[in-house]
């Protein structure tokens, strides 16, 4: 198992220089220890060292023995100091010049017992050394290296100082590791220390380390100031190795509200979504390795099991990105090689969180099923991208770079075993995993797509836009040269109108007409709706009205022309309407189909009503004559008027439209629109007088 903290070899300099005391050499030669009866015995190696104020690395010869001990009156036999280890074989501690941790990228590396003559051995061993001091006079600890599979119990003279992991009778837990330290008790008179240390490894261990077990680097005995300051600083190296975990995880988080403002923008496109879902989670699973590498909260393999979810989701953005939604198959595809993938991993890991449910002899197959699943949850990117390319070759070119680095940040751990390249770099002393670059490339190149596509978009946007304010503009002078009246003279009427529509366009519409003996003909209505839809039905009640005006003035046959084209043909718009047929005597025919009585002097004109147009085709729409004065004056206008709504969402309202109903036009819309447009606005003043 691979831990997050500098070899030791790396560290123990930084020690030796707080020191100004001159140190004495360590002598490490073995020499033969006395047995418990004073005669001498080949029982134990021991590794002799003058300690002065340093912190000595015991690289042993250690004796090494597979399985675990018998237990003797509560205590374990292999941990007591007149255990006579002599058949147990020599393991060296010492790392070899040049030895580089492939994962860590470090040196001073040690490998394993699994390729020391144990390839098979998995369960419990134990270590042992006996250490003689020259000069114990003061307190000794002992600092376990930061780099060890799986988890450990630490005795000396046959006393328990401390354990890394959990162990009960049914289970041994593991965490990623860190670097721990023990007080030791005192030595004997002779300055003798017997050292014992009880491992575990689980069995999926060396199917993801092909040199793992046991210790990776040899512990270190000195004072306890120094073995503090080693604490200190290994602690302080294993917290900066997370740099780059927080690096991308803060990318990450700075990324992730463009992406929910990309999916606000444009909802249609998923790929968003996914990608928001592929870096939360990728968040997710950087929080909880940082939890698992800094703490003893949770088991060193819940990131790596939390992390298969990233990869389908990233491959359904990249499916949602190409647009590959009748390729159905392919999100199927990802989910199940992801489920199959999270099932073996877990039954051949299961025994890391306290479960047992594959036999020891099929593990191998269970650890090599997972490689092989892997193999086609890895291709599966290549088939997106071939399919991606189909549609759109520059854009799965640019895409290409950042699926491979998914592919290497997924796939790239095979690779950097074979060819024994290092996982991790510390520039500036910060350590930086080569999966933290691919993520941070990966996310950096995501985003240069997605700015490219949102320019493109922009600029599509932009020109759609630019054609539809073009066509707009075209509409509105269309529709205004439709509503302007024809030129009117008479002596016996003065009309005054004004129309502000709410949008560029809108629903509307008023015709003023004359006939050869002075009649005036009015019509006023309002199209239900606004924009091009309901400017569309406008220009076709015009027209209607322009041609029905040829053969007769009467409001009645002029509401039911109307309603009759509006019949099939409104779209699912209706409108009310007002026409009005007004003689040069005063004489006046109103009829109105739902529309808003006109004003007369300021007051309302008991006008009765019907059905608005484009309801229904049996409709009847009664006919009222009315007898104008001298100086009368009368004002149609739209509802648009007493909707009006201000900031504070209140309506004009019909009181405030009666009290200046008997304004001029102008003067009612200048109102009007101080107040706050909410509608379309028509308003139409008629002055009458003898001719």
Known sequence: MRKLGLALLVVLPVSFLAFSQTVTAPAQSPTTAPSPSGQPSSQTSIQTITLGNAAVPLTGPWKFQPGDSPIVTGSPLWAQPQFDDAPWAPMSLAPKAGAVDIILGTSGYVPGWTSTGYPTLIGYAWYR?????KDPTQPLWLKMPNDFDDAYQVYANGRFLGQFGTFSAKHVGAYISNPASFPLPAPGPDGDLDLAVRFYMHASTPFDDPEAGGLHGPPVLGLASTVHLLQASEDDVNLHRQFGSLLVDFL????MPLVLWALWYNPQERAWLWLFLALGWAVVVGVVGVIENLTTLLSFEYANWVNLIVLPLWMMFWWSWFGLRERRWIPRAAWLLAATLTLLKFCAQSSYVGFSFVPLSSLHWFNAARAWVDVPFQLLLVVILVEGYRRDRTEALLAAFPMLLLMYGNFGQYLRRAFHIPSVFFPFGLGVYVFDIVSMLLVLAVAVLSLRRFLRSQVRDSLVHEAARKDLEQAQQLQQRVLVPDTFHSPAFTIQSEYRPALT???????????????????????????????????????AIRSHADFTSDPASMLAMLNRRMIG????????????????????????AGHIPPYLNGHELDVEGSLPLGITDDVDYPTQTFQLSPGDRLTFLTDGVPEATNPAKELYGFDRTRAISNQPAATIMAQVLTFGQEDDITVLGIQFATP
Request: proline fraction near 3%.
């Open 505 to 543: 366009v809108g629903g509307d519409f008023y015709q003023t007409l004359s006939k050869p003996d002075g009649t005036l003909i009015l019509v006023i209505g309002d199209v239900s709706g606004k924009g091009i839809s309901a400017a569309m039905l406008v220009a076709v009640l015009v027209g």
């Open 569 to 592: 043909r409104s779209g699912g718009h209706f409108a009310t309407c007002l026409a009005a047929e007004i003689s040069p005597t005063g004489v006046m025919r109103i009829a109105n």
């Open 252 to 255: 990450y988080l700075l990324v």
């Open 129 to 133: 050394l006996r250490v003689r001091v």
